[in-house]
């Protein structure tokens, strides 16, 4: 059993079935072989009117070694997420957690926030945040708690929705 849960996964929508609110997707930097999954569920948040073949989404898996139990959590319209330091994505990691987040953005349509990871980290881990709607992201300020996550050129009054994940040690 996992002791957190696994950091959301980029994937493509190959298509979306509105009679069962799930969509196909590919799995993208899995391996040689892309994996393919059809009837994906999606969670509430997701726009489904976004989910169009091509587009690039947010997976999460609840146990990381079944793809069966993969959900939709984002829509990833382009860009480079934001990432924040920490210990090397690659090397060898011990844990990692992942949430989602909403910015509430003021007149300009900047706003920050500030989620806390629910485990300390040993070390600042590597942090990365994805915005729905493509806006550009911030990650400031980074601790073995938690981080600050900014936008500016959001909406105007409005709210800007994200994805995260932070890996290290714990």
Not at 11 to 21: E, F, I, L
Not at 36 to 58: E, K, M, N, T, Y
Not at 87 to 100: C, E, I, K
Request: net charge negative; proline share 8%; charged share 5%.
């Amino acid at each position: 059993m996992a002791l957190s849960t696994p950091p959301p996964l980029l994937a493509t929508v190959q298509d979306y079935d509105p009679t069962t609110d799930t969509c196909s997707i590919s799995l993208d930097h899995i391996g040689l072989i892309v994996p393919w999954i059809d009837g994906v569920p999606i969670a509430q948040g997701v726009s489904r009117a976004a989910l169009a073949a091509g587009i690039r989404c947010l997976v999460q898996l609840l146990d990381p070694n079944s793809y069966c139990t993969a959900q939709v959590v984002g829509v990833y319209y382009g860009g480079n997420p934001a990432s924040y330091g920490g210990s090397a994505p690659n090397g060898a990691l011990q844990g990692s957690v992942a949430g989602r987040a909403g910015i509430q953005t003021n007149g300009a349509g900047s706003g920050s926030v500030s989620p806390a990871f629910g485990h300390t980290f040993a070390t600042v881990p590597y942090v990365e945040a994805i915005a729905d709607n493509g806006k550009p992201l911030t990650i400031t300020a980074a601790t073995t708690s938690g981080f600050t996550c900014s936008v500016t050129g959001g909406p105007a009054n409005g709210w800007v929705f994200l994805s995260w994940a932070a890996s290290g040690n714990f």
